[in-house]
C-alpha cells in the first residue's frame, strides 16, 4: 500500500512538472500580432482582447506612457492592459505597489461611468488622461496610444460588461 501511495505521488509530481512546463512554454510564445499568449479564439471580439492584452487584432500598435511607477508593480505585470487595474470585469479594485502605497481602481463598467462619459470623453481620458471635470486623472492610469478604431472596439467592449 505504502508503494503505491509513493508511485502515485511521483506520477502525480511528473504530472504538474509536465502541466507547468507547458503553461511556460506557451507563455513564451507571445506574439503580438497574431494571436495572444491566451491562444486564438480566446476572445469573443476585438474590444475584449485589447482590455485584456492591450493587443489589437489588426495588427496596430498599443502603447502607453506614465503609469506607475513604482518598482514593485512594474517588475511584476510587464505590459498593462486595462484588466491588470480595473479587474476582469471591470469593477476595478485596490492594488498594492510596494512600499505600503495603494493604487485604486475605478470602476469603469458603463453602469458605473455612463452619465459622466460619453465617447469623445472616453477618448480623451484614455489618451490624455483628461477627466470630464477638466483635471487630469492620476499618472496611475497610463496614458494610452491606441488607434480610434480600437478604442472604440475597446468602448463597445466595455459597454457590454454587466
Ligand atoms: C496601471 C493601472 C491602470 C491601467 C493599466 C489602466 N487604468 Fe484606467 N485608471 C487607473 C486609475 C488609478 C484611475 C483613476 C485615476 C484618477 O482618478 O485620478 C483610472 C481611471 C480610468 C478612467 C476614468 C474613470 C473615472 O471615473 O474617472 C477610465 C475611463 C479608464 N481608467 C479607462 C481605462 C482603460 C480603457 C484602460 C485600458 C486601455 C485602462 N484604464 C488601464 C488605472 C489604470
Same mark, same amino acid.
Given at each position: %500500500?505504502?508503494?503505491? /501511495?509513493?508511485?502515485?505521488?511521483?506520477?502525480?509530481?511528473?504530472?504538474? #512538472?509536465?502541466? #507547468?512546463?507547458?503553461?511556460?512554454?506557451? $507563455?513564451?510564445?507571445?506574439?503580438?500580432?497574431?494571436?495572444?499568449?491566451?491562444?486564438?479564439? &480566446?476572445? *469573443?471580439?476585438? *474590444?475584449?482582447?485589447?482590455?485584456?492584452?492591450?493587443?489589437?487584432?489588426?495588427?496596430?500598435?498599443?502603447?502607453?506612457?506614465? *503609469? +506607475?511607477?513604482? /518598482? =514593485?508593480?512594474?517588475?511584476?505585470?510587464?505590459?498593462?492592459?486595462?484588466?491588470?487595474?480595473?479587474? +476582469?470585469?471591470?469593477?476595478?479594485?485596490?492594488?498594492?505597489?510596494?512600499? %505600503?502605497?495603494?493604487?485604486?481602481? +475605478?470602476?469603469?463598467?458603463?453602469?458605473?461611468?455612463?452619465?459622466?462619459?460619453? &465617447?469623445? $470623453?472616453?477618448? #480623451? =481620458?484614455?489618451?490624455?488622461?483628461?477627466? @470630464?471635470?477638466?483635471?487630469?486623472?492620476?499618472?496611475?492610469? +497610463?496614458?494610452?496610444?491606441?488607434?480610434?478604431?480600437?478604442?472604440?472596439?475597446?468602448?463597445?467592449?466595455?459597454?457590454? #460588461? @454587466?
Amino acid at each position: %500500500m505504502k508503494r503505491i /501511495n509513493k508511485y502515485f505521488a511521483i506520477s502525480l509530481f511528473v504530472i504538474m #512538472l509536465a502541466a #507547468l512546463i507547458t503553461s511556460c512554454a506557451s $507563455l513564451s510564445k507571445n506574439d503580438s500580432t497574431n494571436g495572444t499568449t491566451w491562444g486564438t479564439g &480566446a476572445f *469573443g471580439s476585438n *474590444g475584449e482582447r485589447i482590455y485584456f492584452t492591450s493587443t489589437s487584432e489588426r495588427g496596430s500598435k498599443i502603447t502607453y506612457d506614465e *503609469g +506607475p511607477t513604482s /518598482n =514593485a508593480w512594474m517588475m511584476s505585470s510587464g505590459q498593462l492592459a486595462c484588466a491588470s487595474c480595473h479587474g +476582469p470585469d471591470g469593477s476595478g479594485g485596490e492594488h498594492g505597489m510596494g512600499q %505600503m502605497q495603494v493604487m485604486t481602481a +475605478p470602476d469603469i463598467r458603463w453602469s458605473a461611468i455612463g452619465e459622466e462619459f460619453d &465617447a469623445k $470623453l472616453f477618448n #480623451l =481620458a484614455v489618451t490624455k488622461g483628461e477627466d @470630464p471635470d477638466g483635471s487630469q486623472l492620476s499618472t496611475d492610469m +497610463p496614458r494610452w496610444q491606441i488607434s480610434d478604431e480600437d478604442l472604440t472596439d475597446l468602448l463597445d467592449y466595455i459597454k457590454t #460588461l @454587466p
